[in-house]
């Protein structure tokens, strides 16, 4: 017996979006129908089930979340994935607490969308057998649940891609700063479990930037006092963004919302003072800076290695935890070694 293909549904109230997404998963082997609106994939959803539906979140009447709410207890079976504008990434993330398994962003490529749909099915086949072997077979449960986590994780990344694709300066800030928090916590003695959030937490720390203009990040000058706060708002837009997928990760979630925490209490979005400051974001704080340090911006050329640890060293006990500091120094020994990016700016842009 021929096995039996994909039923997929296309749900967009732009035509040409959906013939786009319909030649994808129909060059996928996939069968495919379309609804042009909430009401249209009601009834199709009645008429037969099908194993994974593309769901547009701006659509009138009744927009893609209401659908995925109704979706999802009606039929849980079906593998949901948004397909969202960039402004509307936030929305999207939300979807995936709510149940979705991935979103695309719109304007897509078309290599994307086959990943994401792959990525959706994948998840898709994992949930069922968690759910089919879960009573029996506790050590598979644990494997696949840490599958899906591993692919949320993947997910989330998107992100982080999607910021740095919006600020060239700083392409690759994210994974240095996991480096350099990580070395910090193995000095300070910090257990594997929380090394590995805190990894994760670097490689997220900024993810709220995605809701920063863009001509303020491109800023060849420096920022007014309310384009600063828009700026470091990041922190706080982050944990909003991540809370819901990561309540069960509390060190990430305190990276994310205090790595811009001082000693002294000057720093946002909380002005917590000395110990008060968690300590994975005391660290995280020195990763950061020495990075941002040590990287091109636009009004301003970067430093050697060498001199970031000066001014860290320069400012620790008022801005940063001078244990902090010192690990990072014991981490790095050989300080000239490390992942510097190549400088970007534009002299004519330099603010010396």
Not at 132 to 145: I, T
Not at 216 to 243: F, W
Not at 281 to 309: H, K, Q
Request: negative net charge; aromatic residues 4%; glycine residues 6%.
């Amino acid at each position: 017996m021929a096995e039996q293909r994909v039923r997929c549904l296309v749900v967009d109230d732009e035509a040409k979006v959906r013939d786009v997404m319909v030649r994808v998963l129909v060059g996928e082997g996939f069968e495919c129908h379309q609804a042009a609106s909430a009401a249209e994939a009601t009834a199709l959803l009645e008429a037969e089930p099908f194993d994974l539906a593309m769901l547009d979140i701006q659509m009138p009447v009744r927009d893609g979340t209401q659908l995925l709410a109704e979706m999802r207890l009606r039929w849980p079976e079906t593998a949901v994935v948004m397909v969202t504008a960039v402004s509307e990434v936030r929305t999207a993330v939300a979807c995936l607490a709510q149940g979705a398994l991935d979103y695309v962003a719109k304007p897509f490529e078309i290599d994307e969308v086959r990943a994401r749909i792959r990525q959706a099915l994948e998840k898709r086949r994992l949930l069922r057998e968690n759910s089919e072997y879960q009573l029996h077979l506790e050590q598979r449960v644990k494997e696949q649940a840490a599958r899906i986590e591993e692919l949320f994780v993947l997910g989330v990344h998107s992100l982080v891609q999607a910021l740095e694709a919006k600020d060239r300066y700083t392409r690759g800030h994210s994974a240095r700063v996991s480096v350099y928090a990580v070395g910090i916590a193995r000095e300070l003695g910090l257990d594997v479990q929380t090394q590995a959030q805190i990894k994760l937490g670097g490689e997220l720390h900024d993810i709220g930037k995605i809701g920063v203009r863009e001509a303020v990040l491109q800023k060849p000058g420096p920022l007014t006092e309310d384009e600063y706060l828009h700026v470091m708002g990041h922190t706080s837009v982050g944990e909003q963004i991540l809370a819901p997928l990561l309540k069960d990760h509390p060190v990430v979630l305190s990276v994310v919302r205090s790595h811009h925490e001082r000693l002294d209490g000057a720093g946002l979005p909380d002005h917590l003072k000395g110990e008060t400051i968690p300590l994975v974001a005391r660290l995280a704080s020195v990763a950061d800076s020495f990075d941002a340090i040590t990287t091109g911006r636009p009004y301003m050329r970067s430093r050697s290695p060498e001199e970031a640890l000066a001014e860290l060293r320069r400012c620790a006990g008022w801005q940063f935890d001078a244990d902090c500091v010192a690990a990072f120094a014991r981490a790095f020994p050989d300080i000239a070694k490390l992942p510097i990016p190549t400088p970007e700016v534009a002299p004519s842009l330099s603010r010396g």
